[in-house]
């Protein structure tokens, strides 16, 4: 927890929600100073990117019921959308759980409805705006690391630290630093420099849904399961099969994306 106010408390998670959101809005604002090829306004910017949090916020928290949870919260719908507790009265406890393939989706329905209010193609504007997310998702992992939360399998490694809310008192992998830096960092560092030089228009998303889909993928083999679901099938964690999909969705993607800029 970063404060309270009451009963109300702020957690470093939250805060770093809204620093992720304005390095990404930064990002966005100085391209559109300095790279006059894109015909967004600024008005228009603020409004796509309020959206875009509002399509994040709702769909990474339906994602994480329906996918993660869904037995809970089937028996305690109150509790989706309100940050409280309803048994043995009522609690306030803040909304715990978000999926980031939830948000993923999300953001591309947000965006679709957004643009089509502005009469925007949705693949320029998803090159403009695409590169300058991944840097923000280290500030979310960096949130969970601070909580002490989604913590990493065992570990005999040097790297191997104590988690308090772990079970037992064993080492384990900082597996959200590693998802904050590969996911987040590399990521950034790919996409930034190659944002102008793809040449088929919406690649930028596609490269980016097939990175960040690799990389969950295999940073999910030190991070530990969810409690309630634990491995889905395979040997695979339900992050490892979305991740899947991902980087097919992404692969299918692209070869649309050469066909429609051939013809």
């Known amino acids: 927890m970063a404060f309270s106010i009451g009963h109300f408390e702020v957690r470093y998670y939250g805060l770093m929600y809204i620093v992720a959101f304005l390095t990404v809005y930064g990002l966005a604002s100085w391209r559109l100073k300095r790279e006059p090829r894109f015909e967004i306004s600024s008005a228009q910017l603020q409004n796509i990117m309020m959206a875009l949090l509002i ?3 709702i769909g990474g928290r339906l994602g994480y019921v329906f996918l993660y949870n869904f037995e809970y919260y089937i028996q305690h719908p109150l509790e989706i959308f309100l940050p409280f507790q309803f048994q043995n009265g009522i609690r306030f406890v803040g909304f715990a759980g978000m999926s980031y393939h939830g948000g993923v989706i999300g953001i591309v329905l947000a965006a679709i409805i957004i643009l089509r209010k502005y009469r925007l193609d949705f693949f320029p504007v998803s090159d403009f705006i695409v590169p300058c997310i991944p840097i923000a998702y280290t500030f979310g992992r960096l949130g969970n ?11 005999d490694m040097a790297i191997g630290m104590y988690f308090p809310n772990a079970p037992g008192a064993a080492l384990r ?3 959200q630093l590693y998802e904050g830096f590969f996911e987040g960092i590399v990521l950034f560092c790919i996409l930034w420099p190659l944002r102008n030089r793809l040449g088929v228009e919406g690649a930028t ?12 993928f295999l940073i999910e083999y030190t991070r530990e399961p969810d409690s309630n679901l634990g491995l889905i099938i395979l040997g695979l964690s339900m992050g ?6 991902m980087i097919v969705a ?6 649309f994306l050469l066909r429609r800029e051939r013809v």
Do not use: C, D, M
């Not at 998303?205 to 969950?216: F, K, N, P, Q």
């Not at 490892?240 to 999909?245: A, T």
């Open 55 to 57: 399509g994040l916020l």
């Open 145 to 155: 690391f601070i909580n002490g939360e989604l913590y990493g399998q065992t570990t």
């Open 173 to 175: 992998h900082p597996s």
């Open 205 to 216: 998303l596609s490269l980016y849904l097939a990175g960040y889909g690799i990389v969950r």
């Open 240 to 245: 490892q099969l979305l991740s899947l999909i």
């Open 250 to 255: 992404a692969a299918v993607l692209y070869v």
